[in-house]
Structure formats: C-alpha cells, structure tokens
C-alpha cells in the first residue's frame, strides 16, 4: 500500500521519499538509509522473534525505526512539507521540535488501544500540531485525541476484476492475528460445511496461530 501512494505521487511529479533498508533494490524515489538492512533480517531480530520474544522484538525494531527517521531528518527534514508514519512509535523518538517545518500524519490500522491514546498524547507534547487519521468512524470511536481524522482504505478495482461465477469456498484474507480473528471465519466455514482458504502472514511460534489457528 504505501510503496503503491510513493510510486502513485512521483508519477505526479510530487518529491517523495519513501523510507527504506540499505539493501533494498533502487527506485528514483526509494531514500535507502545508510544504518540498517532489512531489520526482520537484523540477527538480534531474528534470534528474538526465534524464541518468540515479540515484546522485545517489538521494542528493538521500533528503536531501529527511530534512529532511521532521526537520521532521514537531520539530512531532509527542512526539504519536506508532510511527514507520514504508520506507527508512532516507530518514529516520535526520532523526530524533534526543532524540525517541524512539515506537517506529522499517523496513520493507525490496529484497534485502538489505550497504549495507542497513550502515544497520540505523547505525539501532541512533543509535536506542535500532529494528525491522526483512521479507517472508519467506528475505528476512530475509542481514539481520546480531537485531532483525529478518517481516510478510508482505497481498493484498486483493475487488481480485483468481478467475477458472475465463483468456486465452491471461502476465503479469508489478513494476518494470521487474534486481531484479525480467522478464527470466525473458520467457525463460520465449518457451520455452513464449506471449505475455506487463508491467505496471509503467521508468525512461527506464535501462541494464537499455533494453538488455535494452524491446527484446524
């Protein structure tokens, strides 16, 4: 999706630097950040998420995270009108008073949380006119911040063409995540007796999709 906005905007002619790992392949509008390779690639990432330590893996890639949005500041921070994270935390350590000649944009696509409000307040002490936007106005419900705005998800029609007929099977498309919950999907395919696919990321160890999804 968001490697889909910076093609989409550079074709526009807009300036667009689109964050990445060092290693990664090169576009005109790719800023490769000298500090890291890919960071589920990092080894202390990956021995981590091997002893299924996603709390700590969670806290290190966000501190990777933040060293590379302070790095990409100090170089271009004063060349940029909008600065857009999916994650807070991922990027409010990195980026200091000092800098904002731009606009902040958070966008949030997890279940809002009271960790989640904690990091909008944090957002808007540190930050002097921060925006966050949500998936709907159900999602945006819980969300304790005034500042808040909805952007729904765009869906390109051309990459799903409609189709009259259809096969004989469900389908459930997401991460394999309690938040995401297939779990339904898959109680609901085996009350109709209809089989079921499921297309998306599950985490090796992790205890929901051990337990609960895999084995079904």
Do not use: C
Not at 55 to 68: C, P, Y
Not at 199 to 211: L, Q, R
């Amino acid at each position: 999706l968001l490697e889909d906005i910076a093609s989409r905007l550079h074709k526009k002619g807009h300036k667009v630097f689109f964050i990445n790992s060092k290693d990664s392949k090169n576009k005109p509008y790719y800023y490769k950040t000298p500090l890291f390779n890919h960071t589920v690639d990092h080894p202390e990432i990956k021995k981590l998420n091997d002893a299924n330590k996603q709390k700590e893996k969670a806290k290190l890639v966000a501190e990777f995270n933040n060293m590379v949005v302070e790095e990409f500041l100090e170089k271009h921070g004063s060349k940029i009108d909008i600065f857009h994270s999916h994650k807070i935390e991922y990027s409010l350590g990195g980026m200091h008073s000092q800098q904002e000649s731009f606009a902040s944009v958070f966008t949030h696509h997890d279940p809002v949380s009271k960790a989640h409000n904690v990091w909008t307040k944090k957002a808007k002490n540190k930050l002097s006119n921060p925006h966050f936007t949500y998936l709907s106005k159900n999602h945006s419900k819980t969300a304790t911040t005034k500042n808040k705005h909805i952007l729904y998800n765009g869906i390109n029609p051309k990459l799903y063409p409609f189709s009259k007929t259809a096969d004989d099977f469900l389908a459930f498309s997401g991460r394999m995540v309690k938040e995401k919950n297939p779990l339904v999907a898959l109680k609901i395919a085996k009350e109709l007796n209809k089989p079921i696919k499921l297309a998306g990321i599950a985490t090796k160890g992790d205890k929901y999709w051990e337990k609960q999804i895999k084995p079904l």
